[in-house]
């Protein structure tokens, strides 16, 4: 161990076993730092320390006690092995059950003085401890007062884990390296520290892996939750300043032509879309690079004002690049502003990974991530629009805008996720807002019901019915859960859920086709498929089959949840989704917004699995009419942890708590603006600066 320092890669430490590297790494864990920093995502109270005698039903409790005897046994039916102990504490005997794990005898051996913590359940030959947590004690230990262990008693972390390694497993691995700590510098200054009673680096990171007590716990997660976000502001602050040593064109405001425009469209923009465009152009029309999130619901309209800011630059000869997120999306953009910039004589240009030819002479350029990656020789880029992307640094911008030096273009992303404007302060940090709240004027709400089991039939009869009469429905297949606790991530088992995922669809659309709509067009979507043209074993591409849907040619679209479904069908009235309630409430929401385009009554129904639950986060999509109310309900629901849609924001988990917490946010505010005042290249403070380089999590990389 002579040679190991706090910085050194996992698999050059002996100590850490070869197998279970892999897992390590799937989590992100590359060296003895990023185990230290990989952080429980919540606790088990085992502080309750008990005697046998006063233990009751339904407990949590942890006891210590002697092992009378274990004894390994396979179950009759199941074919589980159950492992069995008796413990004694002094006051009485209980005995503890353990499902399929064999290996614990090799642990737990007769005569061993142990702390067990778990659920006390009642079975046939009376009180017994469920699957507790189980440790091995000293005997110095032993009815001491603090029942604090490694596994056992106290607090226990539980982290987030992954195939492979267990939370037991990070606790041991996390507590034999917690001494390299001391390798670490605080990058929070102490003056922050001390005015804003934050604890240091080395104590927090003991108390958030092993806490005496929740105020412990609470303490060190506050601690790297303000710091986390005190980093986010002050990469805000410092591209804000960076941003303002840049110029950019000033687009003039012309209010003729915008006027116009808004003139030609063929529906009143509402009072919201009004106000965007006009706090938009303002900003465009100053030498400054506009640095601006453009935020509405599904269907509230941003592309239209994304357009009319682009008409007033291309007006004045800048180039305008569009980007999406995909490329099924891209053309959507691509024909729409066709559509309404026509008039215009703005010729729309093309660029994705499949197509490349069509940006020639145009200044508008319509694209997904290609056009960064393919160098779209822009000369003169004035304005870049980002559809549902998150961030988009100076880098991305110049490398944009790479013939124009000193110069940059405006900036525009546009996203679909609700979020209350404390919240966008603290993943943003400085963006300015603008917000769709209304929808446009014709929408109808779109009625949403659950369905139980028992109306399936008359729900598919109904589906027929709208079908009948000119309309279309998507179906979206749940996503498949592989193994027991969550989703697991990493390549590999990426791989599995796609194919996974294929299967169900592919199951659903044999039924749905075969079964339950034979005499109507049934389609098929999913991840699988070719991007573009045909398989020579004559299978579709996922384009042609969206070019079928819109052309009306597919009745009833059969789709993975994975596959994009953005595109706008205008006659998609229906939406069903099966094992709605596998489903985070911004997904359902998401899905949602994909009918109701167009004038008709649209629906969506919520088929939960056979037996799942009608849980409150259904009924909370029932109820919500709007992404901003579903936000707040899904807040109410799960408690700020699980925030609507935060997670694909890049917030670091251990912000996720405080992330409606206005207070903190406030607080963390100042402090930063107190650093960036008393050192504006915060040049005095360099482990600081080394943090704010290391942790990119907010930038599109
Ligand atoms: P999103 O905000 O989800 O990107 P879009 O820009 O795709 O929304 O607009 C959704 C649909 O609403 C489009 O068909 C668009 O033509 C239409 N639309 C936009 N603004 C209005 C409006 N003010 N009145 C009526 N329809 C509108
Ligand atoms: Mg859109």
Partial sequence: MADIRIHTPIEQVPAIRKRIIPSLKRLGIKTIRDLLFHFPSRYEDFSNLKTVQTLEAGETVTIQGYVKRVTNRRTPRKRMFLTEAVINDGTGNIKALWFNQPFLVRNIKSGNIVSLSGKVAWGQGGLYLQNPAYERIHNSEFKTTSSQGTHTGGLVAMYPETEGISSRWLRYLIKSFLSFRKELADPLPSETRKRHMLSDIYTALQNIHFPQNTQEAEGARRRFSFEQMLF???????????????????????????????????????????????????????????????????????????????????????????????????????????????????????????????????????????????????????????????????????????????????????????????????????????????????????????????????????????????????????????????????????????????????????????????????????????????????????????????????????STSVVEVGVDIPNATIMVIEGAEKFGLAQLHQFRGRVGRGEHQSYCFLFPTENGLVTKRLRAVVEAKNGFELAEKDLEIRGPGDLFGIRQWGVPDVVLADINNARLVREVRVAALELIKKDPSLTGYPLLLEELKRSHTLHLE
């Fill in 232 to 558: 986010i502001q002050l990469r805000a602050l410092k591209e804000r300043m960076r941003l303002k040593k840049f110029s950019a064109p000033a687009i003039s405001l012309n209010l003729p032509l915008l006027k116009k425009f808004v003139n030609s469209l063929p529906y009143e923009l509402t009072d919201a879309q009004r106000r965007s465009v006009w706090e938009i152009v303002q900003d465009i029309s100053k030498p400054r690079p506009m640095n601006r999130l453009l935020e509405g619901d599904v269907g509230s309209g941003k592309t239209v004002v994304a357009a009319a800011a682009s008409l007033l630059a291309i007006q004045e000869g800048y180039e305008v690049a569009f980007m999406a997120p995909t490329e099924i999306l891209a053309k959507q953009h691509y024909s729409t502003l066709e559509k309404i910039l026509h008039p215009f004589g703005v010729r729309v240009g093309l660029l994705t990974g499949s197509e490349k030819n069509k940006r020639s002479n145009t200044l508008l350029c319509v694209g997904t991530h290609a056009l960064i990656q393919k160098n779209a020789h822009f000369k003169n880029l004035g304005l870049v629009i980002v559809d549902e992307q998150h961030r988009f640094g100076v880098e991305q911008r110049a490398q944009l805008a790479k013939n124009s030096s000193g110069s940059l273009p405006h900036f525009l992303s546009m996203s679909a996720t609700p979020i209350p404007r404390t919240l966008a302060l603290t993943v943003y940090g400085d963006l300015d807002l603008s917000i769709l709240d209304e929808l446009p004027k014709n929408r109808r709400e779109i009625i949403t019901k659950i369905i139980g089991p028992g109306k399936r039939e008359e729900t598919y009869q109904f589906i027929r019915e709208g079908v009948k009469r000119g309309g279309q429905a998507f179906v979206i297949c749940p996503r498949i859960e592989v193994g027991g606790q969550g989703l697991k991530i990493g390549k590999i088992s990426q791989q599995k859920l796609l194919l996974a995922d294929t299967k169900t669809v592919k199951e659903e659309y044999k039924k749905l086709s075969e079964k339950i709509f034979p005499d109507l067009n049934v389609g098929i979507l999913h991840g699988k498929m070719p991007a573009k043209g045909g398989s020579a074993s004559g299978g579709k591409s996922k384009e042609q089959t969206m070019k079928e849907f819109k052309e009306g040619k597919i009745d009833i679209l059969v």
